[in-house]
């Protein structure tokens, strides 16, 4: 079986400036040689404009191995190129890195490498990342069978019609369901070690112009909460007080979420999707239905595309309060700010659990609608809080915090990135568009009906901390405007299409890519369909997880209690980093 | 002036520090000295201090659609008084459980055949990830999401497991805790069945427990779960003795089964595992009492009772003692649980072990 992609050899592109770098092309993209992908991504790059790397992940196909990248222009707005690359030696998959040309697919790249085992040759940091070091296998493979291995694919045949309870602890530890590597002795083993001091060339680098010589030493941040935000680490390279080198190290939440995307059905993935950003689940079930209503060719009824914006107006809204404040529980104003922007998140979150059941994994959306229509009273509930309670918030936010001059010394100039540098970052959202570049996928390429709504793209050219709080609050009023839209509009009707709902949908097989613009940034799910239950290969990615690639940039040359304040702005959420 | 970015901002916290005093001087007497039981807080667009909840005193008022562990509806035959599940056992839910928390029994009747009802239920609710989807796509309306958050227990095992006893609750306390989807429920069931009835005059309804006399008085006819009724519940379809024989029989088949496949469990009959030991050793009897307690506390609660006190808890009568199956060796029974004993796991581990250091040592000659 091969990739569902219909492929063509004539009028190949390119063929004048690089001849025979373009073996095939795709409706939006190209199939690559490997051995020319270099130069034909710098020319893509510097004479095309396409100067974003969105997305970077890989399929195992029987035949090959397909490395994918999502190319967008940014500062030149200009629609999907993908780049694929086919790797037909299987046992020992290899290519050229792109991280040189694209700075952003430096963790993707690490990501591959590390659930489907394809090396990056030239890559600067290729280990494993989601994963600890020592870990055997790469779980993406079609072949891996993870601990507690029933099946290949939900449902499982052990449930119905006889199917008595087990549990998993009984099925498993010493059966045949674990492999350990051959002549692996638990007694002569060690724990892998990584020199973060020759990874990071802490003892390279060259010292300052000073006299007095200072012993660089290496800082753990973490892994408990170096910010409140989640398991997370910083090994930090410190110079005196000054960063000269950081390493982020994630991963300890990794819950194989795309493994287990691979197993379950279409459906059973909305509330795993749930979980990614456990702080935006109605934005998460958005982007996911939306992949495959693509695939499936679905049309939700008005009335259902209504509900999707208001709810991922409003998680917006509570993804921004949270992330406001918890720089400010980062900065030291510990849980003040933080508890008024949860105080009122609890408000929205009541509005999602009347209309879906549950505050955080709302699980609401379905596959050609939603799941459910408003309850008696939400909408005058929604408007008391969009018409009322919220803007007046905002002004106590203002108040609060905008003007404080604390905060401002502690984030005006700090972590500052470039316009160009965000885009080669493949920087995502308000992180990218707080370097002074309006980029905001409901403008730039309107998903699901946003197109219809009247609302201002929140910039800022300044590129530092402060930026990224005020795009953030600048944000939220944008989204009060289209909340107030999208309640006037809403329109009677249907909230799923005709017919009996569906526990079995039937996908036809192909591949669809569906970016939104989430809180956090360009939230994309990348599901392949082989036409069966189960999508053949299912892909998040994660917009905290490719911003974390800046994260070194823009701490050096900071204080190490900056390096806290850098992260605390990216706005990380873990569940998301680590999948 | 610098410094008033700082003290705006003081005042802020201040408004709102006075503000949470003013909103209880507004409720004299407090409502925390009450202990008023369920608050409800869909009304707060004023409400400007914090709006806490001092839980376990009190409770918030939960939303409809709240959704927690999902349970099955029964509903009362008005003449037998039996207990009649709406759910037949076709599976849709176990199908579609993302983690896969539902097992499902199908009965059968005398001749072996299997009948649309469930002869065993499971839903592992350390597993359960309160999605919701079993009751979406349930066509016969029998499995629904549950209220109750409040099952915290000291063991995973059994209290955790809920069977069909635990899971059961009568329409009626459905009807109470979702009024708005039962009525939509009811009034689509009554269309479709006065559309059959008017297609084809002469069928009888399908359902035995006569939707349409439950919709027009369901206190009626559907008599909630007296809170001793609860343990005896398995007894409505089949005898303890008959639960217990099908239930050690199955172990038996997978024993059997085990010993065909691993050679771990092949050595396992030798070693018994020994009456005492880790928090895992609890004897039937006691894994059903504790059941049966439970399913009791649970029925008190779905029939809105307080719960019994603890002397006047329905004890059930001993169950026999669950004849020892000949072909299933004292292994198999552990296979149900999680009841391996400390050195069993200890020789087990040793076996692994050797297998492993045996498997190098081939693959090293080779």
């Known amino acids: ?579 | 002036m610098f410094g008033s970015g700082v003290f705006k901002g003081l005042g802020v916290t201040l408004k709102e520090f006075l503000a949470t005093y003013v909103d209880d001087i507004k409720q004299i007497p407090s409502r925390y000295a009450g202990g008023k039981e369920e608050i409800d807080q869909t009304d707060v667009g004023e409400q400007r201090g914090l709006f806490t909840i001092q839980y376990p005193e009190e409770h918030r008022k939960l939303p409809e659609r709240f959704r927690y562990i999902p349970m099955l509806l029964y509903e009362t035959n008005a003449e037998t008084g039996e207990k009649e599940d709406r759910c037949t056992a076709c599976g849709i839910c176990a199908k579609v459980c993302p983690p896969q928390c539902i097992w499902i029994v199908r009965d059968k009747d005398e001749n072996g055949k299997p009948i649309t009802r469930p002869a065993e239920f499971y839903i592992d609710t350390t597993i359960c990830m309160n999605c919701g989807l079993c009751a979406e796509f349930c066509p016969f309306d029998a499995i629904k999401m549950n209220h109750d958050f409040e099952i915290a227990a000291y063991q995973r095992m059994p209290h955790l497991i809920f069977d069909l006893d635990e899971l059961r609750v009568p329409v009626s306390y459905y009807q109470r805790i979702r009024p708005s989807d039962y009525a939509a429920e009811e009034a689509a069931r009554l269309a479709k069945e006065a559309e059959k009835a008017a297609a084809k005059p002469a069928e009888k309804p399908a359902r035995p427990a006569a939707p349409a006399a439950a919709a027009a008085a369901p206190a009626a006819v559907v008599t909630d779960a007296p809170a001793a009724e609860a343990p005896a519940a398995a007894g409505a379809k089949r005898t303890p003795e008959e639960i217990e024989r099908l239930k050690a029989e199955a172990a038996a088949r997978r024993a059997a089964k085990a010993e065909g496949g691993g050679e771990a469990v092949t050595a396992a009959p030798a070693a018994p595992p020994p009456p005492t030991g880790a928090g895992a050793q609890r004897t039937p009897e006691e894994i059903e009492r504790l059941k049966a307690e439970a399913a009791a506390r649970r029925a008190a609660k779905a029939a809105g009772e307080a719960p019994p006190p603890a002397a006047a808890a329905p004890v059930p009568p001993p169950p026999p003692p669950a004849p020892e199956p000949p072909a299933a060796p004292p292994a198999a029974v552990t296979g149900v649980g999680a009841k391996r004993s400390p050195e069993e796991i200890e020789r087990l581990k040793a076996e692994a072990a050797a297998r492993r250091a045996a498997k190098a040592a081939g693959d090293e000659q080779k």
């Open chain 1, 1 to 579: 079986m091969t990739a569902p992609i219909e492929t063509m050899t004539q009028d190949l592109p390119y063929g004048g400036v690089l001849p025979g770098a373009v073996l095939e092309t795709t409706k939006n993209g190209l199939v690559v040689a490997p051995d020319r992908i270099v130069e034909l991504a710098r020319y893509l790059r510097d004479h095309e404009g396409y100067d974003y790397c969105s997305m970077v992940t890989s399929v195992d196909w029987p035949q090959y191995f397909e490395v994918v990248y999502y190319l967008y222009g940014v500062a030149q707005p200009k629609d999907a190129l993908v780049l694929r690359v086919r790797l037909a030696d299987k046992d020992n998959p290899s290519m050229p890195s792109l991280t040189p040309i694209w700075p952003g697919a430096d963790f993707q790249e690490r990501e591959v490498y590390d659930m489907m085992g394809i090396r990056f040759e030239g890559h600067p940091n290729l280990r494993r990342i989601l994963l600890w070091d020592g870990f055997e296998g790469y779980p993406l493979r079609k072949d891996y069978k993870e601990s507690y291995y029933e099946e290949d694919t939900k449902p499982l045949k052990s449930r119905h019609p006889d199917g008595h309870h087990a549990w998993a602890e009984d099925r498993v530890p010493w059966k045949d369901n674990i492999t350990y590597p051959v002549a692996w002795d638990p007694d002569l083993w060690r724990s892998p070690q990584v020199e973060y001091r020759r990874i990071m060339g802490v003892d390279d680098l060259k010292h300052g112009t000073s006299d007095i010589h200072t012993e660089r030493i290496l800082v753990n941040m973490g892994p408990q909460h170096p910010s409140t935000h989640g398991v997370f680490r910083m090994i930090i390279a410190i110079e005196g007080e000054n960063v000269v080198g950081l390493e982020p190290e994630m991963g300890y939440l990794h819950r194989c979420h795309e493994k287990i995307g691979e197993r379950n059905t279409y459906v059973m993935n909305i509330p795993f999707t749930d979980r990614l950003d456990y702080i935006s689940s109605m934005s998460n079930n958005l982007g996911y239905v939306l992949a495959v209503e693509k695939l499936m060719g679905l049309q939700p009824p008005e009335r259902a595309e209504y509900l999707r914006i208001i709810m991922a107006e409003f998680t917006r809204i509570v993804s921004h309060f949270i992330a406001v404040g918890f720089l400010f529980n980062d900065l030291g104003a510990y849980f003040t700010p933080a508890l008024y922007g949860m105080r009122e998140r609890e408000l929205i979150l009541d509005l999602f659990e009347a209309v879906s059941g549950s505050r955080m994994m709302c699980n609401y959306m379905r596959f050609g609608g939603v799941a459910g229509d408003l309850t008696d009273g939400w909408i005058e509930r929604a408007r008391e809080l969009v018409w009322n309670r919220l803007p007046r918030v905002l002004e106590d936010f203002e108040n609060l915090l905008s003007g404080n001059e604390i905060f401002l010394a502690r984030t005006r100039g700090v972590g500052v990135l470039t316009a160009q540098e965000a885009i080669a970052y493949s920087m995502a959202g308000p992180m990218l568009r707080a370097s002074g570049v309006p980029y905001d996928l409901r403008k730039v390429a309107p998903y699901s009906i946003y197109d219809r709504f009247e609302f201002d793209v929140c910039s800022r050219p300044e590129g530092d901390v402060w930026a990224r709080f005020r795009v953030r609050m600048d944000e939220m009023y944008q989204s009060l405007r289209i909340l107030k839209q999208a309640i006037e509009q809403l329109p009677e009707g249907p909230i799923m299409p005709p017919g009996k709902k569906q526990h079995q949908v039937r996908v036809p097989a192909g591949e669809a890519y569906s970016r939104i613009e989430g809180p956090k940034g360009e939230l994309g799910f990348f599901v392949v369909s082989d036409g069966k239950a189960n999508p053949y290969r299912y892909h998040v990615r994660a917009p905290t997880f490719i911003n974390l690639t800046s994260l070194e940039k823009m701490s050096l040359g900071h204080k190490i209690a900056d390096a806290v304040v850098v992260l605390g702005a990216v706005d990380i959420v873990l569940g998301e980093v680590d999948r």
